[in-house]
């Protein structure tokens, strides 16, 4: 117990310190976890909306292809990308590798189908009426998709926290292809673990309480979007 | 002119509605009535455009129109139970009229006055978590009403209302029907609301006009009893006996001009008679019909029936609500399709 209670000691110590590792550590994560969710997100809900909300042929294999796609492993995600990024791949010519965008763009390849296929549940759970009403008051297809985004924005809030927590929380693709190279691609999930494997618990614990903070943050923010809109 | 032609509409392979036309003409009043499931929904978001038919064409003045183009600008359809947007009222009613791009001013001025029209200026700050479903019935129309559609569909619209609020969306529409040319077409299960406000009631039953008029129609199951064509079915508590070849699920109408109605059973050929009481006598309008001096008398003998019968008639039998009265009908004169 002395171990565990020296490492929240040391982790509060270097959170309160203002220790320049980690809070760059911490600023990188949080860096890749907006970008990369607003671009997952971008292009996952509406994606899931017309999922959701079209009819066409290949609909059904295509949400099956974005369900499957939800429990892709990430190491294996991470290897497949290392392979398209390594010099001799096809995109080895961007230099990416072990770079924060590759961390990013692993990121965004993970949580797409996060993000389509929650979109899709939640867009599918509003009540149709919404779409006729808006249809029979005028509104064109444009207007009556953000009318039933509008009704789905709880949801849809959901959705955009899931992706975010997917995505700082991932540590498979990030190790493999972002290398955790100490100043450059180092998150706080690569950190946590290589500190935990040096046996620096006391700074692995204070990146794992920075870890939850960010996820804590999120959540309390898009909270208080929601109680902006009342039912 | 909102036009139905040669429409067969299907959910999943079943024929849901079957109308050679359906026309609702500029300024008309029309009532759709029919038990549930005889496909009055279904007729409405047609003609709202809001499906497509799986056959057949809708015109809008003489021009063929499809789901998604500018003419359902010019209809809206206020659904049986009508969803408001998660806002407010006010933010429900500048919903249609901001979509067309209409002036600040403009808006708030429709809003005031559609919200005035339906007693529901009070609400107006309210969410919908907050409304009655009378009031969230009074405010869809009023948000209807705001865009100031050629043609209105009203899909049951007093269903949850209480008489009061009905008479005021009666008032509403007759209001906005004397300042300019609205159609209103709106299915109703109440003959009583339909004769009183509509120019031409029309009847569907199992997705087709009724060829015979919208009084005294039933859904029933029709037994053999092993004498040729008479078939019985249980309406309500009694039992109705019919000259068909039919047998099994079926729709049953009995022509209020076929009832006999006398203060004491008749001995006749009449297989129906059934002993009740009147629960009301309504003097109709029935618009190019010729219905000037017939009563409708509505009695309850087990199941509400509806006859006509002439002025004199009423006298001569001192019919009066809650008095006696006998209805009988042959079996040849029920309707059965």
New interface residues.
Partial sequence: MDFLAEGFRRALALLFSGDAEVYGIALLTLKIGIISTALACGLGIPLGFVLATRPFWGRRAALTVVNTALAFPTVVLGLLLYALLSRRGPLGAAGWLYTWQAIALGDVLLALPIAAALAAAAVQGVDPRIRRTAETLGAGRWRTAWTVAREARFALAAVITTAFGHVVAEIGSAMTVGGNIRGQTRTLTTAVALYTSQGDFGLALALGLILLLLALLVNVALQALQGRGHA | MLELIDVRHEYDGRVVLQLERFAVPTGAAIAVVGPNGSGKSTLL?LL?L?ERPTQGRVLHDGAVVT??GAA??R???V?Q???L??ATVRENLE??LQ??GIGRAEVNRRVEDAAARLGITQLLGR???ELSDGEVQRVAVA??LA?EPDVLLLDEPVSSADRAAALTLYRALAEERARRPLAVCLASHQLEDAYRWADDVRALADGRLSPVTPENLFRVELVATGSGELKHACVGTVEIAAMTDKTGPAILAVPPTDIFVSREPLASSARNTFQGRVTSLTRRRRGGEGGGGAVYVTADVGVELIAVITEEAVRDLALAPGGPVVFSFKASAVRVF
Wanted: charged share 40%; proline share 8%.
């Fill in positions: 978001r709202a809001l789901p998604g359902r600008r209809v809206t359809l659904e139970r009508p969803i947007f998660r919903f249609g979509v067309r969410r919908r978590h948000r209807a865009v």
